[in-house]
């Protein structure tokens, strides 16, 4: 009870239907792998392999190698703060948890109680209607990678954003639309 439990009632109703996006995460999860297979197959197979194989001039060699291998570790990092960004719980509410007491009413706020979870709202915690919990730190729900992003996956995310910038530089121009549209995708999920 209490008037937080009635907020964040009234925060969840709205989103029930909304419990069909958990569904449509899965769809991105095979759009984003769609999208890496294509720029990898733009990038490495079409554009900058061949080159390597083929030999010849000395810089052209080079350089193609130093792309390739660039481009291989932004792949490798961007992937795994993806899937760590999945796969992280955004950061759970302990069972049980209570405010600390005095702290809490020097500051003047009520204790705050999630009646979904029934337990406790740290400060900065919100519950999330299609995870159905309460996420430390919440920062949005990003239907891109299926979670919430929140205070224990907050890094990885940031770190992924910043990976898939610097493999656009790899990205031929036919490519680069794609590229382009994917990015504003995810750019305006991040201020969701
Ligand atoms: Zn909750
Ligand atoms: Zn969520």
Same mark, same amino acid.
């Given at each position: 009870?209490?008037? +937080?439990?009635?907020?964040?009632? #009234?925060?969840? @109703?709205?989103? #029930?239907?909304?419990?069909?996006?958990?569904?449509?995460?899965? !769809?991105?999860?095979?759009?984003?792998?769609?999208?890496? $297979?294509?720029?990898?197959?733009?990038?490495?197979?079409? $554009?900058?392999?061949?080159?390597?194989?083929?030999?010849?001039?000395?810089?052209?060699?080079?350089?193609?190698?130093?792309?390739? $291998?660039? &481009?291989?570790?932004? !792949?490798?990092?961007? !992937?795994?703060?993806?899937?760590?960004?999945?796969?992280?719980?955004?950061?759970?509410?302990?069972?049980?948890? #209570?405010?600390?007491?005095?702290?809490?009413?020097?500051?003047?706020? $009520?204790?705050?109680?999630?009646?979904?979870?029934? @337990?406790?709202?740290?400060?900065?915690?919100?519950?999330?209607?299609?995870? +159905?919990?309460?996420? !430390?730190?919440?920062?949005?729900?990003?239907?891109?990678?299926?979670?919430?992003?929140?205070?224990? @996956?907050?890094?990885?995310?940031?770190? &992924?954003?910043?990976?898939?910038?610097?493999?656009?530089?790899?990205? +031929?121009?036919?490519?680069?639309?794609?590229?382009?549209?994917?990015?504003?995708?995810?750019?305006?999920?991040?201020?969701?």
């Amino acid at each position: 009870g209490g008037p +937080d439990g009635m907020e964040c009632l #009234r925060r969840v @109703n709205p989103f #029930r239907a909304c419990a069909g996006l958990r569904v449509l995460g899965y !769809l991105m999860l095979a759009l984003v792998a769609a999208i890496v $297979a294509a720029s990898y197959y733009a990038v490495v197979v079409y $554009a900058w392999g061949p080159l390597l194989l083929r030999g010849g001039n000395g810089g052209t060699v080079a350089a193609a190698a130093f792309v390739l $291998a660039a &481009f291989h570790l932004l !792949l490798i990092m961007m !992937l795994w703060c993806y899937f760590m960004v999945v796969f992280t719980n955004p950061g759970a509410v302990p069972e049980n948890w #209570r405010h600390a007491a005095e702290g809490d009413e020097e500051q003047g706020h $009520a204790p705050r109680y999630c009646s979904r979870c029934q @337990n406790g709202k740290p400060p900065r915690c919100h519950h999330c209607s299609i995870c +159905d919990r309460c996420v !430390l730190k919440m920062d949005h729900h990003c239907v891109w990678v299926v979670n919430c992003v929140g205070a224990r @996956n907050y890094k990885y995310f940031l770190l &992924f954003l910043v990976a898939r910038k610097d493999m656009e530089v790899y990205i +031929d121009f036919k490519n680069r639309k794609t590229w382009k549209s994917f990015n504003e995708k995810l750019q305006r999920c991040l201020v969701l």
